[in-house]
């Protein structure tokens, strides 16, 4: 069973960084595509960023040349690093391994950008 717990969450200020981490478990992480979405309150979850087995990457519009999605193989763990965060990103960030047939999420974190 895929299992995806997240951490790094909290609350900053505007122009502040954050950097979020997945640890996958349960699945073979190194072939797996890899995504952060959020969801706002009173909005739909939306895709933030993508992450193939082979590195590329894409990225919401909305957050090009700020965050910054990685992964560590070895360790199983999917980073995503924003920096210069916006009021407009404040959400609960998850964590997701896409699938046709049986998508995995973690049960995501809480990220605030507040003055």
């Known amino acids: 069973q895929v299992r995806l717990v997240e951490s790094g969450g909290g609350s900053v200020q505007p122009g502040g960084s954050l950097r979020l981490s997945c640890k996958a478990s349960g699945t073979n992480f190194a072939i797996s595509t890899m995504a952060w979405h959020r969801q706002a309150p009173g909005k739909q979850r939306e895709l933030v960023a993508q992450?193939?087995?082979?590195?590329?990457?894409d990225y919401a519009d909305s957050v090009k040349g700020r965050f910054t999605i990685s992964r560590d193989n070895a360790r199983r763990t999917l980073y995503l690093q924003m920096n210069n965060l916006e009021p407009e990103d404040t959400a609960v960030y998850y964590c997701?391994?896409?699938?046709?047939?049986?998508?995995?999420w973690g049960q995501g974190t809480q990220v605030t950008v507040s003055s």
């Open positions: 997701n391994r896409p699938s046709p047939t049986s998508p995995a």
């Open positions: 992450i193939a087995s082979s590195g590329n990457t």
